[in-house]
Each structure stands twice: as structure tokens, then as C-alpha cells.
């Protein structure tokens, strides 16, 4: 068995041969110039592209690149926790593929790393290429998400980050199926500290993170770490319940004093409207929270490896919780 390296990176790929060459063109000499021993754990996130046959021609070029090619296309959270369950450096560094994290970053994560930090987060300095209504949209889910979950969410800050081996570890040992890995990342704990990177525009192609796709996210994130959108609707109820007995009383006092009077259809109609609407909106959060433990009850794997190259033979067959379908081809 080859010694194990120091540093793993793990890349994410889905769609990006166009982006490819030049993103290791950048991030090898990086690498190189570190004088440690060092990995790239590429995940190919079922491309419709080339971008498997291009990181399997650049592996001739650098052998220390792994590539692990996934059945599907399984989302960049799952195809992140393939390649955090595949490194085996001591220290992990998830990045996107697109040249949006400078890999210039990564000697002073490894500064702060080897001062005893055992998450070093990048810090977006500044959000290039975002519209006002996206940063708006940004700050109102954090403020949603510190206001409701248990931890608060380091803002600006993405999965470009440095994981020291203890922190991938209990990750990989996380069985929930929902992976929102910015949650995760904060929930874990730890000794974090962050540094500043400049984000640089997309080389090529477009994100993924459309208006409907994003907004998705930021529930399925919300739903993963706090659970007072169920039960809010208690005090709510309460608050409605209260109204409506002083209205009863209202009410039965008119009628006391002035007699039945017909009309009041204004005002059944309008309760009832309302009461209903209520109703509605509490099941369908029920609904969301009952589909979520359906979704974990069933226990699928995270994501399903269709292929690997560059690993051991003796690597576990069933890393983190994914599933492996065919065998490894070692170096
Ligand atoms: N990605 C992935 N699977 C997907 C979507 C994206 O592995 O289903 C990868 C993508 O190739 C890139 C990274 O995740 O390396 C970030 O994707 P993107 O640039 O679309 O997201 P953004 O930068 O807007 O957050
Ligand atoms: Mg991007």
C-alpha cells in the first residue's frame, strides 16, 4: 500500500470539461509547491459532457489525481460526501472545479491548519457576479437560519474550506440523507477559524443555482436544522384561538342585547376562509417534515460509485454510507 498522503483535495465535476484543464493548470503547481504529499479526488457527478475521459487523460499527466465516477447525477452536496468518504489525506479540502476558489487560498489554510484550527473556512470578500436581488436573497435566508437553527451559519462563506482529518471522519460518519453542507459544516463544531478570498466569475458554462432551485435549497436547509417551522404553528393556533373566543363572546353579548340579526354572512365567510387557509399551510409544513423521515427511513445510499481509478484495492467497499457497484481499478 502506497504511504497516505497529507493533503486530499476533492473536487466536484459536474458538466466542466471545458473548465478542467484550465483548473489543474492553476491548482497542480499550487500543489506542487507545497513540499507535502498530496491527492485530488475528483468526483464526476454523472456529466453528459467529457469531463470523465478528460480527468482520465489527465491522469496520465498527474497519477496523483483519483477520479470516482458516480452512476448519476446526484447534486454537488452528495458528490462532495463521495469524495470526502474517498480521501485519505489529514487534512480535506473540498473546491469548485470552476475556478470560482482560487487554489492560491490553500497555503494559508494549511498556515492556519498547522496552528491548530481544524476547519479553516475561505471568506468571500466579495460577491462578484450576483445580482442585488441575489444578495438580498442571500441576506434574508441567513437571517431566517440564525433566527431558527441551533447553530449560527459563518456568512460569505461557502464549501471551500480546509477539514482536518477528525471533522472528515465524523461527516463521513453522518447518516442523514439531506446533506446541507454548509449546516453541516458549522454543526460539527470545532475550532474554526476563516480567511479572505477574492471569488472570481464562472470560467465557463452557467451555475446551477437558478431563482426556484436555490429558494428549494434554502427550505430543505432550514427543514435539516431546526424544527420550529412545526412547531410554530402552536402558538399561532393559540393566538387564532384566543381571537376567536373573544369574538365568541362578542358575539353572544350582541345577540343578548339586540337580538339575532340575519347578516353575518361577511363574517362566517371570512373566518372560515381564513381558518382553512391556516390549516393548509400547517399540513403542508407537516407534509414536508413526514416526507423528510420518509426519505431517511428508506435508507438509500448517499450516492452509487459506478467506477474508480487510482484507489487502493483494500479501501472500504462502502465508504460513508454510498454504495460501490463495481470493482476498483488501482494504479
Ligand atoms: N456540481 C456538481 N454536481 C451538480 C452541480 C454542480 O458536482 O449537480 C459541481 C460543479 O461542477 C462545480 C461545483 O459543484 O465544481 C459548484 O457548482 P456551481 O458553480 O454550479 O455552483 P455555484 O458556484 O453557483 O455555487
Ligand atoms: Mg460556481
Redesign the pocket.
Known amino acids: 500500500m502506497t504511504e497516505a498522503p497529507r493533503l486530499s483535495v476533492v473536487?466536484?465535476?459536474?458538466?466542466?470539461a471545458l473548465n478542467i484543464e484550465a483548473f489543474f493548470q492553476r491548482l497542480v503547481p499550487v500543489l506542487d509547491g507545497l513540499d507535502l504529499r498530496w491527492e485530488v479526488v475528483c468526483?464526476d457527478?454523472g456529466s453528459r459532457d467529457d469531463t470523465l475521459a478528460a480527468l482520465l487523460r489527465l491522469r496520465q499527466r498527474y497519477p496523483r489525481i483519483k477520479v470516482i465516477g458516480l452512476s448519476r447525477?446526484f447534486?454537488?452536496e452528495r458528490?462532495l460526501s463521495a469524495g470526502l468518504a474517498h480521501a485519505r489525506g489529514d487534512a480535506v479540502i473540498p473546491i469548485?472545479?470552476?475556478l470560482?476558489h482560487p487554489p492560491e487560498v490553500i497555503p494559508e489554510m494549511l498556515a492556519k491548519w498547522r496552528d491548530g484550527y481544524d476547519v479553516v473556512y475561505a471568506v468571500r470578500r466579495r460577491r462578484t457576479g450576483q445580482s442585488w436581488l441575489g444578495r438580498m436573497q442571500a441576506r434574508a435566508f441567513y437571517w431566517v437560519f440564525d433566527k431558527l437553527s441551533e447553530v449560527p451559519l459563518p456568512r460569505e462563506v461557502?464549501d471551500f474550506r480546509l477539514l482536518d482529518r477528525k471533522v472528515v471522519e465524523v461527516i463521513n460518519s453522518m447518516p442523514e440523507r439531506t446533506r446541507f453542507m454548509k449546516g453541516i459544516f458549522a454543526w460539527v463544531g470545532f475550532r474554526q477559524t476563516g480567511v479572505p478570498y477574492e471569488q472570481e466569475e464562472?470560467q465557463h458554462g452557467t451555475?446551477?443555482?437558478q431563482f426556484m432551485r436555490l429558494l428549494s435549497f434554502a427550505f430543505d436547509g432550514l427543514v435539516a436544522f431546526s424544527d420550529y417551522p412545526l412547531r410554530v404553528w402552536a402558538l399561532i393556533g393559540s393566538i387564532i384561538s384566543g381571537f376567536a373566543f373573544f369574538y365568541i363572546v362578542v358575539r353572544l353579548v350582541r345577540t343578548m342585547l339586540y337580538g339575532i340579526d340575519v347578516p353575518g354572512y361577511e363574517s362566517i365567510i371570512v373566518i372560515m376562509l381564513f381558518l382553512g387557509g391556516v390549516q393548509l399551510i400547517t399540513l403542508g409544513i407537516l407534509g414536508h417534515y413526514i416526507g423528510r423521515v420518509f426519505n431517511e427511513v428508506k435508507g438509500r445510499p448517499l450516492f452509487i460509485v459506478r467506477e474508480r481509478y487510482g484507489f487502493d484495492d483494500d479501501q472500504p467497499a462502502t465508504a460513508a454510507d454510498g454504495a460501490i457497484s463495481t470493482v476498483t481499478q488501482p494504479e
Request: aromatic share 10%; charged share 35%.
Open positions: 473536487v466536484p465535476l459536474y458538466n466542466e468526483v457527478d447525477n447534486g454537488k458528490a469548485d472545479a470552476d470560482q461557502g464562472r451555475s446551477r443555482w
